[in-house]
């Protein structure tokens, strides 16, 4: 049996199956979709089993074997094995980039060196006698002893073990080790049958007291307890429950444990509530597509609070009482304990969570419950999209316009077209819901099907027909100009001030972390910028260092200006810790809740913070995009933007929709309950259409207005984009790489009659612009280019991206730019 192997190693050249053969043992067990360790180059290397032949084309008696099985049961199943080809060609990576993506962190596994005793190694032990008894009772444990444990061990014997290794006593063997294992525990298990209790205790001596009332207790309680649970229970050592083992009157076994995050934690059960009319229009098209097998992508197109979540939960009910699966993903930041507790009160066990706050521990457990099937649900971010379900029914993707679901570095693949291929592969039912889709879905959804079936599910309405909040718009121009130069706006610190006196609590959005809080000198003007890459440094008050946000690059804040020495160098901008601090300031004794990428990289930082506002600990909740998704407080009547332009600045196509969609979910926040809400948006820019349809809450005077510039300018859903970025430390060995670059496209494309500009009218269409310096000119020491790409029309833009960039990768060592292929970019910038 030949095994057809995709192995770990990143690079394009490699970048295909290779065969090994099968070792008899290992047949019965090994399968398409099995992680095993192979030879490669000198070394063993983890790989993926994509496909077994019964023979290769390749010479026999060249072709090594599997070194070693990893994993009982295959960790991916056929329908990823072809997913991840699929992902390879669509997002020109290479085949183990898309198949690692697909498997939790802890299946990485690492190389390790064992040595052990050789086959070949004499019995005689006097032909060892350079090695002494202690060493070799280590060596003879079962699959040998790492090579650094036996030498951090034996420091002393480091020569004697080199000696035998040479004479081929010892064998030095590579295997890999996954970096997190399943955690075992010991259970101790009553004796098997029916014995005499008589019996059992003649054989315990009178005076072993201890193991006599273990005994007492396990026969008693007569199931199987674990170890340390028994121990705490029944008192005792785990000396004495081994003695009773020894005796053979219990067995201890070691048995798999599953690390589970909300071990302990007591979900209220929730029961379906009578859905709207509304609701139940919407409920009955999902319904109908999951039970359909035929694939179906669907958008539910529902304002903050009308109830979508509600519908989620009903449709996956009946998904699963179909028998079928269902996948859930979420925005990162929006899997908040809310959102994980409505899900598992209403599925309770069945549900899977897998989110980036769990360790890679629980990650693999949670993943494992879905391979083995003991769970029907998974929710999770981004990569929940690869859950290893058999039968998949319908995944639904909540705030589909996130731009968290395109991963960034590579694969760079997005999670919503990841969903509509698998769903074609389990004619399952895709829904993508939003208050505010993305241009893409809702052009896509606009599109009646073949059947003249719409695919828009409209909820224009909020479950519990409340108004949305009236939203204020403030211009930051006139607070200047009437002489306030605080970053409150007269109606922002009222408002304010008027929740603190009714106890009221407020939510205050700042877009964008720590953005300009950068460092220039009055005097002169100069700003520090990094060393390495070509943007401004952040300055962090807490650590009081200035540092950069790509690479890291840490340096003190300067005391004078490094350009003219001048005292007059201080920090500008709005971080959030700025805000803050005004806060403090404005209003003595306000108590203030900070969420940012700061305060919440400890574990369950989010969580514990939401639970304090929640519990009404906090005045008010202060952040970055955090604070804007999905959270659901009863006593917030007042959401203020304090500076809705920094995103609307951006030098990015998708700055307005950004920004209309950032407004619209944090306006969403205020007054969702009983008390009503309020809105102050504060910006220098009132009449952008962004911002006045935002507080008008109208999604469709926003998209008329955005379809108009997108079409203008020739950007997506006009088209579509792909973003090539080459970079390396010589300029002058990139700028000729690049024009290469983009000269093999421009001829690929003029020989298949597909150049020309957008708007001439031929339905396959391809314009190649660049290559430019890119927005971020230099990073990490390498400058950077890029071609931006666009195309209309079925055109596989991923052969010809392969075929223009391979002149490039054959450049001789030390002039080969790195090329990075970004297809449907979220951000070219
Ligand atoms: P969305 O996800 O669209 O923002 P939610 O699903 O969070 O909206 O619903 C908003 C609120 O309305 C929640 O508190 C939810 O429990 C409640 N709700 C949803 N559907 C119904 C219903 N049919 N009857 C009563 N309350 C509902
Ligand atoms: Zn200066
Ligand atoms: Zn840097």
Not at 89 to 114: H, N
Not at 267 to 281: C, S, V, W, Y
Not at 443 to 465: C, D, Q
Not at 522 to 550: F, M
């Amino acid at each position: 049996m030949i095994a057809k192997v995709i192995v770990d190693v990143p690079s394009r050249q490699t970048d295909r199956p290779f065969d090994y053969a099968v070792p008899r043992d290992m047949e019965p067990w090994i399968e398409p979709g099995s992680r095993v360790g192979v030879p490669f180059g000198g070394r063993v290397l983890q790989g993926f089993v994509i496909g077994l032949a019964d023979e290769s084309e390749f010479d026999a008696k060249r072709i090594k074997p599997v070194a070693e099985l990893l994993d009982p049961v295959p960790p991916l199943l056929p329908d990823l094995i072809e997913l991840a080809r699929w992902m390879s060609d669509k997002y020109v990576c290479t085949w183990i980039a898309a198949l690692q993506a697909m498997v939790p962190s802890a299946l990485k596994g690492k190389a390790e060196r064992f040595v052990t005793l050789s086959n070949e190694a004499p019995d005689d032990n006097g032909a060892l006698s350079g090695l002494p008894e202690e060493l070799l009772q280590w060596l003879n444990k079962d699959g040998g002893v790492k090579l650094d444990v036996l030498l951090g061990r034996f420091p002393h014997y480091a020569g004697a073990v080199k000696q035998a290794l040479k004479a081929g006593m010892l064998e030095e063997k590579t295997s890999i080790h996954d970096r997190v294992g399943i955690r075992k525990v010991l259970t101790v298990y009553p004796p098997e049958g029916s014995s005499d209790p008589e019996r059992l205790f003649a054989s315990l001596p009178a005076r072993a007291g201890k193991q006599r009332e273990l005994l007492a207790y396990i026969l008693r309680n007569n199931e199987p307890i674990p170890l340390q649970r028994l121990l705490a229970e029944a008192g005792g050592s785990a000396g004495s429950v081994r003695a009773l083992a020894d005796k053979g009157l219990v067995t201890i076994r070691e048995e798999e444990s599953k690390r589970d995050p909300y071990a302990g934690r007591e979900f209220k059960r929730t029961e379906p509530l009578p859905l709207t009319p509304g609701q139940q229009d919407v409920y009955g098209r999902i319904a109908g597509a999951v039970e359909s097998p035929e694939p179906k992508v669907m958008l539910l197109h529902g304002v903050t609070g009308s109830g979508k979540t509600e519908v989620y939960l009903q449709a996956i009910h009946h998904c699963l009482t179909l028998g079928k699966q269902a996948i859930v993903l979420v925005p990162e930041i929006s899997l908040t304990p809310q959102m994980v507790e409505r899900f598992k009160g209403r599925f309770g066990d069945a549900v899977a969570v897998m989110h980036s706050r769990l360790s890679h521990g629980e990650r693999y457990d949670e993943w494992r419950k879905i391979r083995s099937g003991a769970v029907q649900v998974a929710i999770g971010a981004r990569s929940a999209v690869f859950a290893p379900f058999e039968r998949i029914g319908l995944i639904i993707i909540d705030e589909e316009h996130e731009s968290s679901y395109k991963q960034e570095e590579t694969p760079k693949y997005h999670a919503r077209d990841v969903a509509v291929k698998r769903a074609k592969q389990h004619g399952a039912a895709v829904v993508l819901g939003s208050a505010t889709p993305s241009l893409e879905s809702y052009a896509a959804a606009s599109r009646t099907s073949p059947g003249g079936e719409s695919m828009l599910l409209p909820m224009p309405e909020r479950v519990h027909g409340g108004p949305l909040p009236p939203v204020r718009i403030v211009d930051m121009r006139g607070e200047l100009m009437s002489g306030n130069r605080s970053m409150f706006s007269r109606s922002l610190h009222q408002a304010l001030e008027e929740r603190l006196a009714r106890g009221e609590q407020s939510v205050l959005l700042l877009n964008r972390r720590g953005y300009s809080t950068f460092v220039m000198c009055r005097s002169c003007g100069y700003s520090a910028t990094c060393p390495h890459c070509d943007i401004s440094l952040t300055y962090h008050r807490k650590s009081g260092v200035l540092r950069c946000h790509y690479c890291g690059h840490a340096e003190p804040l300067p005391a004078s200006c490094p350009s003219c020495g001048s005292e007059h160098i201080r920090y500008f901008g709005t971080g959030t810790q700025r805000v803050e601090e005004e806060l403090a300031k404005l209003f003595p004794g306000i108590r203030v809740i900070r969420m940012d990428v700061d305060t919440t990289s400890e574990k369950n930082a989010h969580e514990k913070l939401l639970k304090q506002f929640g519990d009404r600990e906090a005045d008010v909740l202060l952040g970055t995009q955090m604070v804007a998704k999905g959270l659901d407080f009863p006593y917030v009547t007042l959401v203020g933007v304090i500076a809705a332009d920094t995103s609307l600045n951006l030098p990015d196509f998708r700055a307005g929709e950004r920004t209309f969609q950032l407004l619209t979910q944090v306006a969403g926040r205020a007054g969702r309950h009983h008390l009503p809400g309020e809105v102050i948006i504060q910006t220098y820019a009132p009449e952008h259409y962004a911002i006045a349809a935002a507080q008008r809450h109208d999604y469709a005077a926003f998209l008329a207005e955005e379809l108009k510039h997108r079409s203008l300018l020739a950007y997506p859903p006009y088209c579509r984009l792909v973003l090539v970025t080459m970079s390396h430390e010589q300029i002058g060995v990139l700028a000729p790489a690049a024009e290469q670059f983009a000269g093999e496209l421009r001829a690929l494309a003029g020989a298949a009659g597909y150049l020309g500009p957008l708007d001439g009218g031929r339905p396959k269409t391809m314009e190649v612009l660049g290559p430019t310096a890119s927005p971020i000119a230099k990073m990490k020491d390498r400058y950077r280019f890029q071609c931006v790409i666009k195309y209309r029309g079925n055109i596989d833009i991923s052969s010809m991206l392969r075929a223009a960039s391979k002149p490039l990768m054959e450049a001789p060592a030390g002039r080969q730019a790195q090329i990075s292929i970004d297809i449907d970019p979220q951000m070219i910038l």
